[in-house]
């Protein structure tokens, strides 16, 4: 059964760097490491995706090193806007099914 | 504006009573889904469905049905809720139901529908 592991929780301060790994052993060849963000009663948004080595948008960037198994999602000068629980994820082929895990609780103190 | 839209956002029902929550997206998408979210357990897909009138079994899928008769919705149907279906429940959607192996299709997530069964 396709598993992530990520750590339950984080703290940070506003202006920091936050980095997330995520481990997935068993990830397969077209998997997709991918990461959603949630807010408290708000549905999971998509923050990045990808396949392999790094990969950056206006929110955060992602590193895969060359096998895959794992993954560290970083997010730059955080804010307090940014506490929400981070969710690793790997997504096959057209990446429909998400099979959320524990997910990491991030904390932006001021 | 894109999005997908569920109601009612707030529910308290009792035992077996049939309930059905509406699910609705304005971006053309094909796929659509339904998990429900309870502490501890994460977010768990309860059924799916790749396009009108094409719906499948997700990871915990007992007690529930859903229909897709219009690419736009997709309901979730609770025929006799019982108290373990207390929940917060989300439906989502993304662009294409038909595996593309070097794609990926980002999933857009409602508001959730909070569901109270006494």
């Known amino acids: 059964l396709a598993k992530t592991t990520q750590p339950i929780s984080m703290d940070s301060y506003e202006g920091q760097e936050v980095n997330i790994t995520c481990s997935h052993n068993?990830?397969?060849?077209?998997?997709?490491i991918t990461w959603y963000q949630q807010f408290p009663s708000q549905g999971p948004r998509f923050i990045i995706q990808?396949?392999?080595t790094k990969v950056t948008n206006e929110v955060a960037s992602l590193f895969i090193p060359a096998d895959r198994k794992s993954s560290t999602l970083s997010l730059p000068r955080v804010s307090l806007s940014d506490t929400a629980v981070y969710y690793c994820?790997?997504?096959?082929?057209?990446?429909?099914?998400?099979?959320f895990g524990g997910g990491t609780r991030v904390l932006v103190k001021p | 504006e894109a999005q997908v839209t569920q109601n009612p956002r707030y529910l308290i029902t009792v035992t077996g009573k049939k309930l059905t929550v509406t699910c609705s997206q304005n971006?053309?998408?094909?796929?659509m889904s339904w998990y429900r979210q309870d502490p501890g357990l994460g977010l768990r897909q309860i059924y799916y469905s790749m396009n009108v009138e094409v719906t499948d079994k997700g990871d915990v899928p007992e007690g529930y049905k859903v229909s897709r008769k219009e690419k736009r919705n997709f309901p979730l149907i609770l025929e006799s809720p019982s108290p373990n279906q207390t929940s917060l429940y989300f439906c989502a959607s993304s662009l294409l139901g038909s595996a593309a192996v070097s794609s990926y299709n980002e999933q857009f997530f409602g508001p959730g529908t909070r569901l109270t069964v006494l």
């Open positions: 994820l790997w997504t096959r082929g057209a990446g429909n099914k998400l099979t």
């Open positions: 971006m053309n998408h094909e796929y």
């Open positions: 068993n990830i397969a060849t077209n998997d997709y």
């Open positions: 990808g396949y392999k």
